[in-house]
């Protein structure tokens, strides 16, 4: 693993020193700048399912620079892991979500139109790895791969109710519905309709995140669509209410150049908003903000107060993926995953922190 300090060099450096392929993958990471299109489907993409060995290093210290440090803003670091495989594969993480309620067994989305499930592995706090990993091509209607179909892979964004399991595939703005009661990885996804909005949504801007609500809480059976950087008339970020008591196209302030890159729902109704922005002279910033969930309606202007902030003085990458669960212990957890663009210039990484406030 490169020290902090090299890879804030590398950020600084890179337009004059690197490689177009490079510079490409780190542009789309951090799409503040405007990136070059994202290339064809890499050669590695899942094809069909497959065991995965996966390794795992620990990052003992969020901030290297003060390793006695665990709290951050509204959060306190519990573990963190590097992720690798010789499954040439693995990566492009872009979304998590947890199957069980001991924030154990995932399910997790590679942006190449592939699953990937498996189970963290746990000493005490402390997450140590990942067990039982196996990669599975998301399907069609038809049962074939979704790489298929031109453009149909960029699946960024991923959500849950129940059996039902909701993918966001961002450059044609579309979201494929799978009934994990029919063979789990193996079902075949159904498009659904969507605003006609959403489709209008940027290319490569579009679609990043969805939330489903479940019974109990403001708007519950609505699918919550993110866009990236789709922006309204004001600059905000534009984002969807799909189905539920009322659909409609609502708001999110847009602060600082930041884009949307996931969000999660809490069980106190507390909409956990993860943000990313680059820049070649800041680098790679992250936040976490918190929107109530009973504030969004259509056509309204929502807003948030900032939990959470890193930077490369952290031990970030590519920040795509958020899920949340509740320890025995009754704390929040939030689990963070990062998306590595199949570059060797980027890690992905697996976070957890508590939420303590």
Do not use: C
């Amino acid at each position: 693993m490169s020290k902090p300090s090299s890879r804030r060099s590398f950020l600084g450096h890179a337009a004059a020193g690197f490689s177009t392929l490079a510079l490409s993958g780190l542009a789309r990471a951090q799409p503040a700048t405007e990136p070059p299109p994202k290339p064809a489907l890499v050669e590695h993409a899942v094809t069909e399912p497959v065991a995965v060995e996966v390794n795992a290093r620990p990052i003992p210290a969020f901030e290297p620079r003060d390793r006695s440090r665990v709290r951050f803003g509204s959060l306190q670091y519990r573990s963190g892991l590097v992720l690798t495989s010789p499954y040439r594969g693995f990566g492009g993480l872009s979304g998590i979500r947890f199957l069980d309620t001991k924030g154990e067994r995932f399910l997790a989305i590679s942006d190449q139109g592939g699953w990937f499930t498996g189970a963290i592995r746990y000493s005490g706090r402390e997450m140590t790895g990942l067990d039982n990993v196996e990669a599975a091509p998301l399907l069609n209607a038809e049962g074939r791969p979704i790489t298929e179909k031109r453009l149909w892979y960029d699946s960024e964004s991923i959500a849950r109710d129940g059996s039902y399991v909701y993918v966001g595939l961002e450059r044609v703005n579309q979201i494929m519905r799978y009934d994990f009661s029919k063979g789990g990885t193996r079902a075949r996804g159904e498009v659904l309709p969507v605003p006609p909005g959403l489709r209008k949504l940027p290319y490569n801007k579009g679609l990043e995140a969805l939330v489903f609500v479940p019974k109990g809480q403001p708007l519950a059976g609505t699918l919550i669509a993110f866009s990236e950087r789709g922006l309204d008339a004001d600059g905000n970020l534009i984002a969807f209410l799909i189905g539920g008591p009322t659909p409609g196209q609502f708001s999110v302030r847009r602060t600082e150049k930041f884009d949307i890159s996931d969000a999660v729902l809490l069980p106190s109704g507390e909409l956990l908003i993860l943000e990313r922005k680059f820049s070649w002279f800041t680098g790679v910033n992250i936040r976490i903000r918190a929107i109530p969930l009973k504030s969004i309606a259509p056509n309204t202007l929502v807003d948030g107060p900032e939990l959470f902030a890193a930077d490369l003085g952290h031990e970030i990458d590519n920040m795509e993926g958020i899920d949340a669960h509740v320890s025995a212990e009754g704390e929040t957890v939030l689990t963070l995953i990062s998306d590595d663009n199949f570059s060797l210039l980027q890690r992905t990484l697996l976070l957890q922190f508590t939420l303590v406030e």
